[in-house]
């Protein structure tokens, strides 16, 4: 007769935490209790309850969606609307200024910006 999995790591020793991290997935999938589980796997009620303390962050990480990361924010002084004629300045980090003279081109402007954001 076959062996099934549980069976046969508890006669060859330790698992490994992929082994832990996704038997306590299945556990969460499951929708049995912890002691079901434990029983219906054939191990230790007391090591699920700890390999749920130590790798439980963890095992959730594995399957949870990824999300976006927030968008961040930086401060905007609005200045009053330059002299026809004049360039737009605009204000950067660390003090230093970028001069966008009349008439340049919104497409190119806002390419130009896009390559900003990403420099941040």
Known sequence: MKRSFTQNRSVLGRRSVREKTTLLNQYRRSGLSLLAFAQSHQLCYSTLIR???RFGQHAQSQRAPKVAPSPKFI?????????PGAPYVLGLSGGRSLKIPPGFETESLRRLLTVLEGAQ
């Not at 401060?75 to 002299?83: I, K, T």
């Open 75 to 83: 401060p905007v002084r609005l200045e009053p609307e330059p002299a």
């Open 51 to 53: 390999w749920r303390k």
